[in-house]
């Protein structure tokens, strides 16, 4: 609504204008182009949902809590974006590949950098808990070819759940992580355990939102695999565990069909479990 002089008060109808006609001129054009959509679209939920004093006052505190349960080991941040569905669907629209490429899936909060390089075949896991299994397969691109000099960084949970970095005083350093490097043959192969499914943290205030919203925080069981080799495209997925019982209700929607590894028993004297899968790589320079 202008006045007599010409000046724009805030209005109810008019709120997004209000705002976003404050941006000034110089700004950087992506920033600006953000900004304006985000607050379109808040001004549209809270129009939308006429949302109360109270509603807003509990939102406030519900994201300051949030931000106050973050530390080194915890980012209770990107545990929200996981639940609400963004980090998968931010993931979906930045890793659009071609058929046949091996699809990506939600990082988590558990992938720790630098973990020790192994021999093809070692064992991973390291507490001796678990049913033990052989993962192997191949890196190969989309004619098929082996991709050589390629690192398979991967990291599952214990028997009971957790990952190393949950348990430091329980579980020993590197439990269950390890990085692979293939030769010409793109082959890979290591022992670990048959990873089971888990809970994700729901002590704070994302637990307490799955909670009031009837949601469980439950995972289907996984193995978590960061692949990249020079002039390809990085893939950070997981394998599934294909009779898991969460499969078709996983807390941060993370389940992708293509992702599925059946778990057959081992060859006699080698490993419970034997589980096979292999990683198809896109050229860097195909997207
Ligand atoms: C995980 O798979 O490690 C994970 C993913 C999202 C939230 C919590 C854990
Ligand atoms: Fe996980």
Not at 34 to 42: D, E, F
Not at 108 to 136: Q, T, W, Y
Not at 172 to 181: E, Y
Not at 234 to 260: C, I, N, R, Y
Request: proline share 5%.
């Amino acid at each position: 609504m202008s006045t007599a002089k010409g000046i724009d008060y805030f209005t109810e109808a008019a709120s997004v204008e209000s705002v976003n006609a404050r941006v000034g001129e110089d700004v950087n054009p992506r920033l600006s182009k953000v900004m304006a959509s985000l607050v379109r679209h808040l001004h549209a939920f809270a129009k939308d949902v006429e949302l109360t004093q109270e509603e807003w006052g509990v939102a406030i505190d519900f994201l300051t809590r949030t931000g106050q349960m973050c530390d080194g080991n915890r980012q209770e941040f990107i545990l929200l974006s996981d639940v609400l569905g963004m980090s998968m669907l931010v993931d979906a629209i930045n890793n659009r590949r071609p058929s046949g490429a091996t699809e990506n899936t939600v990082l988590g909060p558990f992938h720790v950098a630098n973990a020790p390089v192994r021999n093809m075949g070692d064992n991973i896991s390291l507490d001796g808990k678990g049913e033990s299994c052989l993962f192997e397969g191949r890196i190969i691109d989309l004619d098929g070819k082996p991709v050589s000099g390629a690192t398979l960084d991967v990291w599952c949970d214990n028997a009971d759940g957790y990952y190393d970095v949950q348990q430091p005083d329980i579980q020993p350093k590197w439990n269950n992580r390890g990085v692979f490097i293939t030769g010409e043959d793109g082959r890979y192969a290591f022992r670990g355990i048959r990873p089971v499914s888990y809970p994700i943290p729901d002590d704070g205030p994302v637990g307490q939102m799955l909670s009031a919203l009837g949601r469980h925080p439950n995972r289907p069981a996984h193995m978590h695999f960061i692949v990249s080799a020079d002039g390809y495209e990085t893939v950070v997925t997981h394998t599934f565990v294909a009779d898991d019982p969460w499969l078709t209700s996983d807390a941060v929607f993370g389940v992708k069909g293509s992702l599925m590894s059946d778990y057959v028993p081992g060859d006699a004297g080698d490993t419970q479990w034997k589980s096979s899968f292999d990683f198809v790589l896109n050229r860097a320079d195909q997207s």
